[in-house]
């Protein structure tokens, strides 16, 4: 099941919400996922908190100019309070069984986080 899901090579996810607290919301189909009715019913790893942590960051990841922007379009007098004042923990995660979807929340600072690990790795391996 995993395995198809990080065999596809684009993931269509679509940005629902952000709210005033910096949770960003987001869905993708379970079809778009790989992941048959059969796996939701029979796997008890997609109801895990591992599921939601790795399938979430993976799926921010993979589509991470979306939700940069996001972040960049933060008003500057509240970005302070809003990104830096919050750290991300977890994922978020609801399975829509009957319509088929997964929806997935998280903090915005998560982006903030990916962005100073990117910029890490740079200057490590200069």
């Given at each position: 099941?995993?395995?198809?899901?990080?065999?596809?090579?684009?993931?269509?996810?679509?940005?629902?919400?952000?709210?005033?607290?910096?949770?960003?919301?987001?869905?993708?189909?379970?079809?778009?996922?790989?992941?048959?009715?059969?796996?939701?019913?029979n796997s008890?790893?997609?109801?895990?908190?591992?599921?939601?942590?790795?399938?979430?960051?993976?799926?921010?990841?993979?589509?991470?100019?979306?939700?940069?922007?996001?972040?960049?379009?933060?008003n500057p007098?509240?970005?302070?309070?809003?990104?830096?004042?919050?750290?991300?923990?977890?994922?978020?995660?609801?399975?829509?069984?009957?319509?088929?979807?997964?929806?997935?929340?998280?903090?915005?600072?998560?982006?903030?986080?990916?962005?100073?690990?990117?910029?890490?790795?740079?200057?490590?391996?200069?």
């Amino acid at each position: 099941m995993l395995k198809n899901f990080l065999n596809i090579k684009k993931y269509n996810i679509h940005i629902e919400s952000v709210n005033d607290d910096g949770d960003v919301v987001f869905s993708t189909l379970q079809k778009d996922m790989g992941i048959s009715d059969e796996d939701v019913k029979n796997s008890t790893i997609i109801k895990s908190n591992f599921f939601a942590n790795f399938v979430g960051e993976f799926l921010v990841r993979a589509n991470f100019n979306k939700f940069l922007k996001i972040m960049l379009k933060t008003n500057p007098n509240e970005y302070r309070k809003l990104v830096c004042g919050f750290n991300h923990k977890n994922f978020g995660m609801l399975i829509g069984a009957k319509n088929k979807f997964f929806k997935f929340q998280f903090h915005i600072s998560l982006i903030q986080s990916i962005l100073t690990e990117d910029l890490n790795n740079i200057v490590s391996s200069k």
